[in-house]
Structure formats: C-alpha cells, structure tokens
C-alpha cells in the first residue's frame, strides 16, 4: 500500500501513514495532518527540500473529517435521549391525567423510538468508519 507524509504542527515532524487515515503523532497524541506527499517522493528530497516542504504544511488544516463524523453521531444521539427524556415527562402526564395502561404503551413505544434513533446514529459512525480505513 502507498505510504503518504502527515506533518505534526505540534512537533515539527513529518511521519508516514497509509493515504486517507487519521493520523495522531506518536510523540504528542494530536492529529497529524496529512500532506499529500508520497512517502518515496519524501524521501528523494534534499534537505533543504524538506523544510521548504514542512513550511508549506504549516499551513495546511487537519482533516475535519473525524468531527464531522462525531458530530452527526452526537446529534442523533442527543436527539434519541432527548426523544426518551420527552417521553418519560409524557408516559407520567398520561399515568396521572388518564390511565396507567397507556402510559406504559406510550413509554414503551417512545422509548423504543429513542433505542432507534441512537443506534441509526452508531450505524452511520460505523460507516463513516470504514470508509476511513
Ligand atoms: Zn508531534
């Protein structure tokens, strides 16, 4: 497989990783950004090459692509629990205003709602994982 270069802003150091992955410096455990620079062409530069390159990646950003996928799994998370919260305040409402019966099918069925919710979101982190790799 084609090893790529990630920089680390943190340490100023360059390490090689397979394309498209997130990278952490082994040194300072933050994420590594990747260049785009093949790990031979990396190494058939000259030095001074090398830090004319490593100014370059100064400027690049970090792939956002593993907050973006914590952020739709957060959402739909908080989406689920809020859904089962909702649902709870609703099923007592009913228990006390009507009957105990339909309070419980109404939990029930909020609540399986909610289990619904969060793990469509833990599919699509799933996903979002693989198509990392
Ligand atoms: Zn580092």
Redesign the pocket.
């Known amino acids: 497989m084609d090893k790529y270069i990630y920089y680390?802003k943190?340490?100023d150091?360059v390490y090689s990783g397979a394309k498209d992955t997130i990278q952490k410096?082994p040194?300072?455990k933050?994420i590594?950004v990747p260049t785009m620079v093949e790990l031979e062409e990396w190494r058939s530069k000259t030095p001074e090459e090398k830090e004319e390159l490593k100014e370059h990646f100064k400027t690049l950003s970090v792939s956002n692509s593993s907050e973006h996928r914590n952020k739709i799994g957060n959402i739909l998370n908080a989406i689920g629990y809020i859904d089962a919260t909702l649902c709870l305040i609703s099923a007592l409402i009913i228990a006390i205003e009507t009957n105990i019966v339909f309070a419980f099918v109404w939990f029930i069925c909020g609540v399986l709602g909610a289990i619904f919710i969060i793990a469509f979101g833990e599919v699509i982190n799933l996903l979002q994982d693989i198509k990392n790799k």
Do not use: G
């Open positions: 680390c943190n340490c150091s410096c040194e300072c933050v590594i």
